[in-house]
């Protein structure tokens, strides 16, 4: 079909019917929902993560091609498809089941879910600053080195082990 031709269209699609299962599955399984929710919860971060750890090492790479480039441009195209079609997707369901999760099982007034919040926050944010920059490659605008992009690289992946031991371990 005409609108499915569109890597974004196709994401939203993805989105709904994802969207979809997981209110279905509220409904049909009523108290053992929490538990599949927070497994489809899992999934969306994985992917979430994938795509976070994935998108500098592009920038990386990026950097050293030359404006016009074959290589600039596929790069060009391969950033936007992952934001696009993954990053973006996945962080919206993490977040939506994620608080879904939390107004449940009423985690709202817990220490630990407050620190992670904080540290999701930040890992938005992070996203958020990935994203303003997959556009200003994709405008041959990009201002920072590969080296900034390797370090870059390094923050999602400590704030996950921040956020995993908050979550699982509950310290506080
Ligand atoms: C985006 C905002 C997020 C919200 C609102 C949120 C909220 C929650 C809540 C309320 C739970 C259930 C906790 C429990 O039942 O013990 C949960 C589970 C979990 N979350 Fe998140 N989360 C978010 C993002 C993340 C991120 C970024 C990660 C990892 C990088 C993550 C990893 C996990 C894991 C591994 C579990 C399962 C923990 C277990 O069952 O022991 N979440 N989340």
């Not at 993560?49 to 441009?73: I, K, T, W």
């Not at 990935?130 to 590969?146: E, G, H, I, L």
Request: with cysteine; hydrophobic share 60%.
């Amino acid at each position: 079909m005409e609108i499915f031709k569109t890597p974004g269209a196709r994401a939203a699609f993805a989105l709904a019917i994802t969207a979809l299962i997981a209110v279905l599955l509220i409904l049909i399984l009523d108290d053992a929902a929490y538990d599949w929710i927070k497994a489809i919860h899992i999934m969306a971060i994985i992917s979430w993560m994938a795509g976070m750890l994935y998108l500098p090492r592009l920038f990386v790479y990026h950097c050293d091609a030359a404006p016009g480039s074959e290589l600039s441009e596929t790069l060009k195209v391969m950033e936007q498809r992952l934001l696009r079609i993954i990053l973006n997707p996945a962080m919206i369901l993490a977040w939506i089941l994620g608080l879904w999760l939390a107004w449940n099982a009423n985690w709202f007034s817990a220490g630990w879910f407050h620190a992670k919040l904080a540290f999701a926050l930040a890992l938005s944010g992070v996203h958020g600053h990935y994203s303003a920059s997959a556009r200003r490659f994709a405008n041959d605008q990009n201002t920072r080195s590969s080296r900034y992009w390797r370090m870059m690289n390094e923050v999602p992946a400590l704030l996950m082990v921040v956020i995993v031991i908050l979550v699982v371990v509950k310290p506080f």
